[in-house]
């Protein structure tokens, strides 16, 4: 069957014309197939601790950056020239989805994603779109997905990714980063109904984002929830689950609906470990954790069926070499070599040595080939 979509650069294409995926570990492991070894990937992979990522971005707008594919692509590329990582993630941010609803969002430097005009009141949504086309708003991401796939000759999957609302909802009324998010919070307590409003239209945008996404050649989803540690449990399960949930269960009936691949799906829920047994069960193959959870606890309260990943703290690539080695192989040991991904627990940053990350990703291959399946 022929896929068309309207795209930034136009694409008319087959699924099964992508390159033969040659190191399926990755993926075998989010559907918690058995694998020789443990798979890692990172999170901000492509990034700024690499030179050559810095010489890429040096002068251009971020956002700019972000709605260039072929810049987009090459920088989704560089870390898998250095490191043996098993997955690839397309370089984008999670707040396209706010521009694609018509919000400004600029990178200032020193301070970050800036919205200099963010939603207030309720009665600020009627300047949201309400009914978004992300092939036209969003085509620049899925142009740099399918590129990224052809390139990436199938030497590792390539993962897509969204911001989850509540994530999203909160950089849209604070108006950019926050310590306490009480605008946002604000909004939940005084304004309720418009916060689902506003959620469940977050959610529309996501869920046709996402399926853009597989069509566009990503093999892989990711949702991240990175300020779930914000909300209290009951905040979570009113303002954050129940779209999570809505997410993958809307995304994977559309993607057979459609004829398209049904791919692993990630949660990263950022310090909800009260969530780890919902998030578990809300249809995501894979739970993503933050360094702050024991692996034991992580896995009592997700149970032996569901791939978790993490969750390593990224200080401690900090450390030298050898500690480094020997933080893996308590990782390893604690998790289990099978139904799981290494990686960090939050992002790589700015400041760390390459070489750093090189040992992490050895370390894992070599601890985990040496343990062998347990």
Known sequence: ??????????????????????????????????????????????????????????????????????????????????????????????????????????????????????????????????????????????????????????????IGFSGAPWTLMTYMIEGGGSNTMSKAKRWLYQYPEASHKLLTLLTDVIVDYLVGQVAAGAQALQVFESHAGYLGAMQFNEFALPYIRDISKRVKAKLKASSLPTVPMIVFAKDAHYAIEDLSQSGYEVVGLDWTVSPKVAREKAGNSITLQGNMDPCALYAPKEKIGEIVKKMIDDFGTQHYIANLGHGLYPDMDPDHVGAFVEAVHNHSRHTGKN
Request: aromatic fraction near 10%.
């Open 1 to 158: 069957m022929w896929y068309s979509i309207s795209l930034h650069t136009a694409f008319v294409l087959r699924p099964h014309t992508f390159p033969e995926l040659k190191n399926d570990a990755f993926v075998k492991a989010a559907r918690g197939e058995e694998t020789d070894y443990v798979p890692v990937w990172c999170m901000r992979q492509a990034g700024r601790y690499l030179p050559e990522f810095r010489e890429t971005r040096a002068g251009q707008d971020f956002f700019v950056t972000c709605r260039t594919p072929e810049i987009c692509c090459e920088l989704t590329l560089q870390p898998l020239r250095r490191f043996p990582f098993d997955a690839a993630i397309i370089f984008s941010d999670i707040l396209v989805v706010p521009q694609a609803l018509g919000m400004e969002v600029t990178m200032v430097p020193g301070k970050g994603p800036t919205f200099p005009e963010p939603l207030k009141e309720p009665e600020d949504l009627v300047k949201l779109c309400q009914s978004v086309d992300v092939n036209a708003e969003l085509g620049y991401v899925f142009s740099a997905i399918t590129l990224t796939r052809h390139k990436l000759e199938g030497k590792v999957p390539l």
